[in-house]
């Protein structure tokens, strides 16, 4: 399915998820009900592969409720077109579904994808790429990004594929816990794997580049967050690579309206359940500001297309690290005309011309700065 209409499916769904919170604000203040979303048994069962549903929701109010539902099935109604689209991978070795928290938790598994050739020669030498896969902080599991992580294992990484709890599982800070204590279980069984510890970053698209990039904050500034209290481990991150992600948190500081007509509908229902506990915890002069938060991460390879609904977030972010002196690579890819890429494209179509020249060049960019 062309990308562009998995980037138009995803902007109806937020004009989608804005009529919902108008029709639950006036059912609310009339006392009538309203329609919930509706999703057929076949299709729970078949999305269940790659997400929750609905199993999670029970208890939110309504107008949550039902926009996260809205978000999910429009989400996986896109994405159903392409997860069957796996390629052969019999070069690629597979350990799945470990967990990194033993708690009997979908979301806290990871898969480990590496080279055949490099089990065969059991060196341990191989660098890594930790992926955090996106779905606006509410949806998917680390099964979304089977391609892209076959795809950078075919380039000479380790890949850790990791799922995390969304929302309402949990809030932006426990999701940032998810994943640090994802790196944890990594740096203590790196042995056990052909990989360098000494040699590991961090990818992530969309809401997962988010994570990925505060992930590399919170390690490099100290001052961010009381990691001691709140439970982070020290991770050892050389490097970053981000798709298209939301970056720009500033706007949840503090109560002041969001008028950005860019920003996502679902986020703005969930910005305070969502970024909150986060924002307290945080050193709000380092949030205030990309620059701020930017100025002692190690070095990052950025993607995004000129018709990425969210192609700024890379922008500003690109413009924050030439402003700290950040070693960085940009890539904006303008689509022929005609044609589109849009959101998170090699992410989710990592078999285009476009996309496999960006994993190329990631990887060039990772092995001379790594």
Known sequence: MPEHCIRLQRNSAGYKLAAIQSENDEANAT????????????????????????????????????????MRVDCSTTDRNRMPYYGADDDIDKFTNIPYI??????????????????????????????????????????LNRNFCIALARRGFAVISISYRVYPQADFLGQLQDVNAAIGWLQNHADEYPIDPNRMGITGDSAGGCL?????????????????????????????????????????????????????????????PLFGRFIDAAECSKIYSLRNLTGKLPPLFLTTSSDDFIQYESLALADALARNHVDFELHDIRPAKGEALGHIFPVGLPWLEESEYVLDRLKTFTYEVM
């Open 31 to 70: 006392g009538r009900t309203t329609m919930s979303v509706e999703i057929s048994a076949e299709n729970r069962q078949e999305y269940q592969a790659w997400t929750p549903v609905e199993e999670d929701l029970e208890g939110l109010p309504k107008n949550i409720h039902d926009a996260i539902l809205q």
């Open 212 to 272: 990925s990039l505060y992930t590399l904050a919170i390690q490099s500034d100290p001052e961010l967050l009381d990691q001691e209290k709140l439970g982070f481990k020290q991770t050892n991150l050389r490097f970053g690579a981000l798709v298209s992600g939301k970056f720009n948190l500033s706007e949840y500081v503090d109560d002041t309206p969001i008028i950005d007509g860019n920003e996502p509908d679902l986020l703005r229902i969930l910005a305070k």
């Open 102 to 143: 033993d708690d009997g938790t979908r979301a806290h598994q990871l898969d480990i994808y590496i080279p055949h050739d490099a089990i065969m020669l059991a060196v341990h030498n191989l660098p890594v790429y930790i992926d955090v896969h996106g779905g606006g902080f509410v949806y998917g599991y680390k099964e």
